[in-house]
């Protein structure tokens, strides 16, 4: 099971960050990911982790601007989004998986979504 929370609202330039807790067999996989979407688009990779070692791989539209991190203690992933766009606007959605992929089909494990508007 993988729990999702830390959305909202926020005025572009702000920050949120966004938590995903892992439970159960999904806290086995190697890979977290985040992906995102909006109305109308298909979900789109925006990072991911590896639990071991911390490696972390971003999205050009969201690189330099969002930070991925994990807390293994405690199965958790947090992503830092700062200088958010309204463009970032979307429902974000952990995912966890047995391969370090940018592809939906590389995740096994999806959470229900946390929605993260950002006002111009």
């Known amino acids: 099971q993988l729990q999702a929370s830390g959305g909202g609202l926020v005025q572009a330039g702000g920050s949120l960050r966004l938590s995903c807790a892992a439970a159960?067999?999904?806290?086995?996989?190697?890979?977290m990911g985040w992906f995102r979407q909006t109305p109308g688009k298909e979900r789109e990779f925006v990072a991911v982790?590896?639990?071991?070692?911390?490696?972390?791989s971003y999205s050009d539209s969201v690189k330099g601007r969002f930070t991925l991190s994990r807390d293994n203690a405690k199965n958790m992933v947090y992503l830092q989004m700062n200088s958010l766009k309204p463009e970032d606007t979307a429902v974000y959605y952990c995912?966890?998986?047995?391969?370090?992929?940018?592809?939906?089909?590389?995740?096994?494990?999806w959470g229900q979504g946390t929605q993260v508007t950002v006002s111009s």
């Open positions: 982790i590896s639990w071991i070692g911390g490696r972390t």
């Open positions: 159960g067999r999904t806290s086995d996989a190697y890979y």
């Open positions: 995912a966890a998986g047995q391969r370090y992929g940018r592809r939906l089909d590389d995740y096994e494990y």
